[in-house]
């Protein structure tokens, strides 16, 4: 089967090809969580999660294996490198106590996905300590299992965790496709760049698609 994506068709089959839904976590997507203690303005992101919902559902109900991933930490911190915690100058850093609970730690408030795109049973949930999905997990593990060979990406932000998760997937020979509109970054120049370099080059990342075309080709 082929979808209509940049920078041309992508062969796939639904029978092997998994949805990876990135860090949708109130964290980044709410005011008061780890993204605005940042210095983002959060409520850019809020847009794509009705997009992101049809595209879940449309997988659900297709049989395609949907993983959820969270970027968060051990209450411990023991798996967050002091280089990430001290960096910059955030309003609060991972591990202090805001508005959502600790910021960025697993099992906390912010933490978790939002409601609207919540895992359901039966679902793979993988906490992950660093920008790509696959880094300090057992994603690269499961997806073997499943027997998987195409990945349709969503989720935030596009140049931080969701292209690291697509460059390290790229590499481990995974066909990668990601959802146009089901993508957002804090900075619009960034995700415009990101789709540019992803399916540059005779798609030397990966491809990308609107969410309604991925949809119909999903159906
Ligand atoms: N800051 C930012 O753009 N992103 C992150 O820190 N993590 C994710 O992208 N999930």
């Known amino acids: 089967m082929k979808i209509d994506a940049l920078p041309f068709a992508l062969e796939w089959d639904p029978a092997t090809t998994a949805l990876i839904v990135i860090d949708m976590q109130r964290d980044f997507i709410e005011p008061g969580g780890f993204g605005a203690t940042l210095g983002n303005d959060v409520t850019l992101l809020q847009a794509i999660v009705p997009a992101t919902a049809r595209l879940i ?15 968060c930490h051990r209450p411990d911190l023991s798996d967050c490198p002091p280089a990430k915690r001290l960096r910059g100058s955030p309003s609060l850093r991972i591990g202090d106590a805001g508005p959502m609970g600790r910021v960025l730690i697993a099992g906390e408030p912010g933490a978790e ?3 609207e795109l919540a895992p ?15 880094y300090a997990t057992d994603l690269g593990t499961h997806l073997a299992g499943l027997g998987i060979r195409t990945l349709i990406f969503a989720g935030v932000t596009t140049e931080v965790c969701v292209q690291t998760t697509m460059r390290e997937a790229n590499d481990r020979g995974f066909d990668c496709l990601l959802a146009e509109d089901a993508t957002e970054s804090y900075f619009p120049a960034f995700k415009t760049a990101a789709i540019e370099m992803i399916r540059a080059q005779g798609a ?5 698609a609107p969410v309604a075309t991925i949809l119909a080709a999903v159906a």
């Open 57 to 71: 559902a449309g997988c659900r109900a297709a049989g395609i294996p949907v993983i959820h991933t969270r970027e």
């Open 204 to 208: 030397i990342v990966g491809w990308t």
């Open 113 to 115: 996905i939002l409601p």
């Open 120 to 134: 359901v049973p039966g679902e793979k949930v993988i906490d992950k300590p660093g920008k790509g999905a696959f």
